[in-house]
């Protein structure tokens, strides 16, 4: 099977009659094999949520393709394209406990409630939360939280999921901690994955690849150990 493949991508912003407009992203290629995990990493305002929020189809493409399992994902209605989404701050329900957020989407999709548990119970396990269920929102740290948010967005088996800085509000220790777990959940879960951040740690320790951004620009794709010898 295909997986995610961008080709010549180009993202816009209008401009005012004072501003031209900005050119957020400039005729992108990449693509993301099924299974993989793929960083996309530059500093702050290079691009690099642009490209993921055109993917996601939150922002529209100016010029080029995004499609997915070879279908061009223009025709792909956004609530039909079964991608998750995580955010900085993850943004979980206040008044549902902690497995009740994690079987949102479950309960969306009008998934029988045994199984909605034991898919809960597994998941909160794969994140390291196991036991959790049924603990306040309001009850976590900043890291546990971003772990629940995560076992939720996992929980519809999204065929893709898109990390946009999930980790960035937390402190230095906690994040090296986390990049680490994200990538051992995401590979024993086969999610294949598009992570977003501006920390080189975290994105050679989350990726299979890095995809390095610069104003608006893919500059190199390559893996962690080949980034790292030549940098
Ligand atoms: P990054 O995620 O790498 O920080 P962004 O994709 O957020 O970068 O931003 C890329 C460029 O597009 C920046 O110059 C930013 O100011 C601009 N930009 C982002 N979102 C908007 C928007 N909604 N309207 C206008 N300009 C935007
Ligand atoms: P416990 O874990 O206390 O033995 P359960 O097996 O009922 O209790 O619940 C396991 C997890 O499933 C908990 O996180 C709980 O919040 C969640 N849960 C309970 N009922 C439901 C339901 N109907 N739908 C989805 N999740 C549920």
Redesign the pocket.
Known sequence: AEGLTVRDAVVRYEGTRRDAGTTAVDHVSLDVAVGEIVALLGPSGCGKSSLLRAVAGLEPLAAGTVSFGGQDLVRVPVHRREFGLLFQDGQLFPHR????N??YG??MQGVP?AE??AR??EL?EDVGLA????RAVATLSGGEKQRVALARALAPRPRLLLLDEPLSALDRQLREKLAIDVRDTLRSTGTTAVFVTHDHTEAFTVADRVAVMDAGRLLQVDTPDTLRDRP
């Open positions: 406990d902690v497995g009740r994690v079987a479950l309960e409630a909605q548990r809960v119970a909160l036991g959790y269920g049924r």
